[in-house]
């Protein structure tokens, strides 16, 4: 009588047996294409389990779910960026240790394992298909890894430049392009973008930061006068 109202232990134990089925069949060989429709949805149901992975840092099964969904959804804009900022942010402090998370931004050999996992997320990011490669939040966070994990401040103008032409980009991008361009050393190119930028903004919307963008310029003006 009671036995309906008792919980049922079954239903997780068949959610993880089919999980473990997708992608244990996945890897024998069966295709895509067999899901249908389904793709998507299998693709959540993989990214989910992949954070229960993620919570015990289990690095080689939190890849090979990563590369399981967007194989399944490459359309999506959020698999490939929240699956590169686990590598690159997550993934180094796990091969050091918390207690020694301030050591990659150090020089010594932990260094180097930023930067080994800053060239991993690039590498998972270059696997994404090429209309999703050009879209302005993929080119932004390549541009991100490099500026941030890698220090390489020409790569990262790179994916910016690509970023910033494009029609309707954020303005915070492009005052973070001009910012790039003035830590490279292109204080000039720095002050002539941002002043053409200037012109483009609209004076009623707050997120454009006209004021803010104008005081920027003519800091640059002092200090290419100063060096005149």
């Known amino acids: 009588m009671v036995r309906p109202l008792t919980p049922d232990s079954s239903e997780a134990a068949s959610e993880s047996e089919s ?91 932990s ?7 800053g060239e991993k997320a690039l590498s998972f990011l270059d696997d994404a298909p090429e209309r999703i490669a050009v879209q302005i939040p993929l080119l932004v966070e390549k541009g991100a890894i490099c500026w941030r994990r890698l220090e390489d401040l020409d790569r990262a103008l790179v994916y910016f430049e690509r970023a910033v032409v494009q029609p309707e980009v954020p303005y915070y991008v492009c005052r973070v392009y001009a910012e790039l361009l003035y830590r490279n050393g292109n204080v000039r190119e720095a002050w ?17 930061m006209k004021p803010v963008v104008f005081s920027r310029i003519q800091e640059l003006e002092k200090e290419l006068s100063a060096a005149d």
Request: negative net charge; hydrophobic residues 40%; charged residues 25%.
């Open 111 to 117: 260094v180097g394992v930023r930067k080994e996992f």
């Open 19 to 109: 999980l473990a089925s997708l992608t244990g069949s996945l890897g024998q060989g069966i295709t895509l294409a067999a899901l249908g429709g389904y793709r998507n949805v299998a693709a959540n149901f993989v990214w989910i389990s992949m954070y229960g992975d993620w919570q015990y840092r289990r690095k080689s099964e939190v890849l090979e779910k990563m590369r399981l969904a967007v194989s399944l959804n490459p359309d999506s804009l959020y698999f490939w960026i929240d699956g590169s900022r686990i590598i690159a942010n997550d993934m180094p402090v796990w091969q050091v240790g918390d207690d020694f998370m301030e050591s990659l931004f150090r020089e010594g050999e």
């Open 192 to 208: 002539e973008y941002l002043r053409e930028h200037y012109e483009t903004l609209p004076d009623n919307e707050l997120s454009a």
